[in-house]
């Protein structure tokens, strides 16, 4: 007789061993996560077996611990041989095939190939190709491997009673991410903008998470730390998760919330911090080395402050921010895309808003004299503010060596030992012209 066997695409029936099931989840920002499991046992006086099958398949196998009282745990064992569907269907190319897509129609032939994504089926109409979403279900009719997918864990418990005991089983698994998405928002009309943050997470495991209490971590933990062994306290506060967040040590955990559902590879974005209205600095910028000439559209740098004043304060993880400017006649264009590093209270964030059409800089080396023991190099600067806005600008020159400014039309800051740099507020339709000397010698 042939061995039939049933695999289901999707996963609504691996909670079965759960009463109410609600669980925790903690994304760390290395492609890891504790789970915490709740467990209900309604076990008979003397040696009981138990098993937990609602595993994620890259659990790190020697993390899962159970936390239990008012029984005798005698044994814990993982049986770790398991295969994944995708190893199930490549090991049994050639064999007998039924699928039913997700248009409940039935389709029956021989599994020709399995790539991860789509199923090729030799059919009596000829080769059939599926992509693994398109289908609700399918039966192999034949195997060659064994038909367990999950790891799994199995208890011997010994009671001194019949009764129900409530258990919490927490392991470490990748397979799990996250990442905050800003979202930025400035006017060209004046100085205040719009910030808004949201977390993306993803479940890349096998496992569908119901009920999730959802935390995510910023900073790099070690894969020995975890939520279960690290002490932290929340913060009284209400609001969103940036809000209300906890410190681990010397990390933060931000909750994302409570009875969310995280479906096996789905991605989602939930809310980390509500819009706030801050202000921010436009700056157009024109660097240049030595050597450097010729003209070329100005750099845009757009900074904002993470304090009090600025109506943030808050730490900011790092991610990645999308830039928008809204215009005088109200349209949203977008500007650029950038990453995020994380940004202490206090901290600048300083992000690149891409090349100005109407702002221009161009560089000339006026005089550049070359002796044995020195160098000695004029140098103009001139700037084009063609747009019909008043603009500031921050012109920087980088010098290499012993050098020394011998003269300059404009007023300069040295910001270190190679760079100086110029500070400009240009009027709308003007032009600025610097010239500077600088002098430099050795032995």
Do not use: C
């Not at 943050?197 to 959802?214: G, M, Q, R, W, Y």
């Not at 020995?224 to 002490?231: T, W, Y």
Request: aromatic fraction near 10%; glycine fraction near 6%.
């Amino acid at each position: 007789m042939k061995k039939i066997i049933l695999l289901l695409l999707s996963l609504n029936l691996v909670f079965a061993q759960l009463d109410n099931p609600t669980r925790s989840l903690t994304i760390y920002k290395d492609n890891f996560a504790l789970v915490n499991e709740p467990i209900v046992w309604n076990l008979k006086l003397g040696r009981n077996i138990s098993s937990f099958t609602n595993l994620s398949q890259n659990l790190l196998f020697d993390s899962p611990v159970l936390n239990v009282e008012g029984v005798q745990v005698l044994s814990q064992t993982l049986n770790r041989n398991f295969s994944s569907t995708d190893a199930f269907l490549k090991n049994n190319i050639g064999a007998a095939i039924e699928v039913k897509p997700n248009d409940g129609s039935n389709v029956q032939g021989i599994l020709m190939d399995y790539n991860g994504s789509t199923i090729s089926i030799k059919t009596n109409k000829g080769l059939v190709v599926f992509q693994r979403s398109q289908l609700s279900y399918f039966i192999l009719k034949s195997s060659t491997v064994q038909d367990k997918f999950t790891p799994e864990i199995r208890w011997e418990i010994i009671s001194d009673d019949d009764k129900s005991v409530n258990a919490e089983l927490s392991y470490i698994t990748s397979g799990f991410s996250w990442k905050p998405i800003y979202t930025l928002t400035i006017n060209d009309s004046d100085s205040l903008a719009t910030l808004s943050v949201n977390a993306e997470v993803s479940n890349n495991s096998n496992i569908n998470l119901f009920a999730l209490d959802l935390d995510v971590v910023e900073g790099n933990v070690p894969l020995h730390s975890s939520r279960k062994n690290s002490s932290y306290q929340m913060m009284e506060s209400r609001g969103s998760a940036m809000e209300n967040r906890a410190s681990l040590g010397d990390f933060y955990v931000f909750n994302l919330g409570k009875n969310l559902n995280l479906d096996a590879m789905q991605t989602v974005q939930l809310p980390m911090m509500k819009a706030r209205s801050i202000t921010y600095d436009k700056k157009y910028i024109f660097k240049n080395s030595e050597r450097d000439q010729g003209d070329e559209p100005l750099s845009i740098e757009v900074s904002f402050e993470n304090s009090a004043e600025n109506n943030l304060e808050l730490p900011l993880p790092s991610g990645v921010l999308y830039l928008y400017e809204k215009s005088t006649a109200g349209e949203l264009n977008f500007i650029g895309r950038n990453g995020l590093s994380q940004l202490y209270k206090g901290g600048t964030a300083i992000l690149d808003g891409g090349k100005a059409f109407d702002i221009i800089g161009k560089r000339r080396i006026l005089n550049f004299d070359r002796q044995t023991n020195s160098e000695e190099s004029t140098i103009s600067l001139q700037i084009l503010n063609t747009s019909n806005q008043s603009i500031k600008v921050k012109a920087i020159e980088k010098i290499v060596g012993d050098w020394v400014i011998k003269e300059s039309s404009s007023m300069y800051i040295k910001e270190d030992a190679s760079t100086i740099y110029f500070p400009l507020e240009i009027e709308a339709g003007a032009t600025e012209l610097i010239t500077y000397t600088y002098k430099k010698e050795w032995k």
